[in-house]
């Protein structure tokens, strides 16, 4: 059965689809929004998975779970793991005694250019959003799906996954908040 996220992201699929030629704004816009909130319920199964555990006896417990993620805190987290470059970013690794794959880096920089958009699209009226800018979004979503899931796959990199999903519930980072 396609998860909630999934869904949406057929769905933001599905509204760039639907006027071929110039879309109207509302179209576009919600192509962007849902494009948005497709990588956010991703993460929400991710994180209450990596905390909760993925049996079936655990759906009710992660969906109350899901309910406490806070679209701020996740961003704050998604902007520390996403500036690797960053001397404090650099000391955590140090700290923790890895480096973080790039793919991470990625992740984390879609959600953030995500959220700013959708703000884009549903707070800033004054600015068309494009039939690109919403093909944009659905592609890094689409790609940010693709990383991680690569990501699980791979053991060596299952603890920074790990400690990215227990920061992106908590916030709880060397990052200034």
């Known amino acids: ?6 869904d949406l992201l057929t769905q933001a699929k599905e509204l760039v689809l639907k006027d071929k030629r110039k879309p ?3 179209t576009v816009r919600r192509a962007v929004s849902t494009s948005y909130y497709a990588l956010f319920h991703f993460f929400s199964d991710k994180v209450t998975r990596a905390i909760i555990g993925g049996q079936n006896d655990f759906a ?3 969906s109350w779970q899901a309910r406490a993620l806070e679209h ?3 961003k704050k987290v998604c902007k520390f793991f996403g500036n690797t470059s960053d001397p404090v970013f650099q ?3 140090t700290k923790l005694n890895f480096t973080t794959p790039p793919e991470i880096a990625r992740i984390a920089q879609a959600f953030v ?10 707070y800033n009226l004054s600015e068309p959003i494009t039939k690109s800018d919403a093909t944009k979004a659905i592609q890094q ?9 690569a990501l699980e796959q791979q053991q060596q990199h299952s603890k920074m996954l790990l400690i990215f999903s227990l920061s992106l519930f908590g916030g709880k980072t060397s990052a200034k908040r």
């Not at 059965?1 to 999934?6: A, E, G, I, K, S």
């Not at 250019?113 to 549903?122: F, G, I, P, V």
């Open 91 to 93: 000391d955590f690794e």
């Open 72 to 74: 701020g805190v996740m």
């Open 60 to 62: 009710e417990v992660r």
């Open 113 to 122: 250019e995500l959220q700013e958009l959708r703000h884009d699209a549903d």
């Open 24 to 26: 109207r704004q509302a």
């Open 1 to 6: 059965m396609p998860q909630l996220c999934d």
């Open 141 to 149: 979503t689409d790609q940010a799906f693709r990383l991680w899931n």
